[in-house]
C-alpha cells in the first residue's frame, strides 16, 4: 500500500496490524507527488494506493483526476480517504483544481468518510463505501445462527465490527433529514462559510510580515508559521504564540510540517531541522467567518507578547 507522506496515520498503522507492506510518497505543496508515485509505480509491487481527500494537518487534496489516469495505466485499487474532506463537496467556493477532484469521487474502488468530522456526529459514525458491492464477498464469515433472512449479504456478514448499534446511523439519518446534503441548502452554505472563513484568516496571515505561510487552505484548515533567522527559532516561538493565546482562550493547534512546504529562503529562514513547527487553525464552524477578525486580533496581541 502506498499513501502520501501527509496521509493519515492510521494506514500506516493498520496495514502493520494486517502484514501488509507500506510505502510514504513525497509531498509537494501537501499533496501527493505524482511524479515520485509514478516512479515507484514503475517499479511494480504496489497493489493499492490511497488518495487523501482532505488531509487532517493541511487539508489538502490529493490530485484525484492524475490518480485515476496512474490506475488506469498500472492497474492498482485507489482508495480515497476523504475522512476528512468528504462532505465539502457541496461547497460552492472550492477552488478549481480542488472542485476538479471532488467532481470524479465517484470513480474511486472505495472511499471512507467520517461524518463526526463534519458531519455533525459523535464519534463512532464512520463508514467505508466500495464502488462495486460485490467486493463484499472478500469480508464475509459465517455465522451459525444470523443472517439468514435475505440472500444479500448483511452489514453484519462484511463488517469486521460484527454488530453494530443502530443509534449512530439514526443520528446522522435524523441529522440529514433536517439538513439535507444538497448544494446551495443550508448545511453546504455552511460548509462554503467555513471555506470562506479560512481564507479571510490565510489572507491575514499571509499579509503579515510576522508570519510565513506554505500554501492556502484548500478546505477549512489554515497553517502559518512565525517568521525567523532560523526554522528552530521559528518553532520555539510557534509553541510560545501557542500557549500565549490559549491564555486568551483561543486554542490553536501545532502542525509539524516539512520545511520544503515553505520559502524559507524568501522569508530569510535557515532550514536548520527537517520540519516546521506551525500554529494551525481549523476553521470548522460556520460562525468562525463573523470571528475572523477577533481570532486574529488574539494572535496579535499574542504574537506581539512573545517577540
Not at 478549481?96 to 469521487?105: G, H, K, N, Q, S
Not at 510576522?210 to 521559528?234: H, K, M, Q, Y
Not at 490559549?246 to 490553536?252: E, F, M, P, T
Not at 463573523?290 to 496581541?301: F, G, N, P
Amino acid at each position: 500500500m502506498a499513501a502520501s507522506e501527509q496521509a493519515h496515520y492510521t494506514h500506516r498503522r493498520l496495514s502493520s496490524v494486517l502484514g501488509l507492506a507500506y510505502e510514504s510518497v513525497p509531498c509537494a505543496r501537501g499533496r501527493m507527488d505524482l511524479d515520485a508515485l509514478r516512479k515507484r509505480l514503475e517499479h511494480g509491487g504496489i497493489g493499492a494506493v490511497v488518495a487523501t481527500i482532505g488531509t487532517t494537518a493541511t487539508g489538502s487534496v490529493d490530485p484525484l483526476p492524475q490518480l485515476l489516469e496512474l490506475r488506469d495505466r498500472y492497474g492498482f485499487r485507489l482508495h480515497a480517504d476523504a475522512a476528512y474532506g468528504g462532505y465539502f463537496g457541496l461547497a460552492d467556493n472550492l477552488a478549481e483544481e480542488t472542485r476538479r477532484a471532488y467532481d470524479r469521487l465517484g470513480e474511486v474502488d472505495s472511499v471512507v468518510i467520517d461524518p463526526h468530522k463534519h458531519g455533525l456526529q459523535p464519534y463512532g459514525c464512520g463508514c467505508v463505501l466500495f464502488r462495486d458491492p460485490e467486493v463484499g464477498r472478500f469480508y464475509k464469515h459465517n455465522s451459525p445462527y444470523t443472517y439468514f433472512t435475505s440472500s444479500d449479504l448483511h452489514l453484519g456478514e462484511i463488517s469486521l465490527e460484527c454488530s453494530r448499534p443502530g443509534a449512530a446511523a439514526v443520528g446522522l439519518w435524523a441529522t440529514q433529514k433536517l439538513l439535507p446534503l444538497i448544494k446551495g441548502g443550508e448545511f453546504a452554505q455552511g460548509l462554503s462559510r467555513s471555506r470562506a472563513a479560512a481564507l479571510a484568516l490565510y489572507n491575514k496571515a499571509r499579509t503579515d510580515q510576522r508570519f510565513v505561510t506554505a500554501f492556502g487552505p484548500e478546505l477549512d484548515i489554515v497553517v502559518w508559521a512565525p517568521r525567523a533567522a532560523r526554522a528552530s527559532e521559528s518553532s520555539r516561538t510557534a509553541r510560545r504564540i501557542f500557549a500565549e493565546a490559549a491564555r486568551h482562550s483561543l486554542h490553536l493547534a501545532l502542525a509539524e510540517l516539512p520545511v520544503e512546504f515553505f520559502d524559507l529562503a524568501a522569508a530569510g529562514m535557515e532550514p536548520d531541522r527537517e520540519t516546521l513547527t506551525c500554529l494551525r487553525s481549523v476553521l470548522m464552524k460556520p460562525a468562525h467567518l463573523e470571528w475572523v477578525d477577533r481570532i486574529w486580533e488574539i494572535v496579535d496581541q499574542a504574537t506581539n507578547a512573545c517577540l
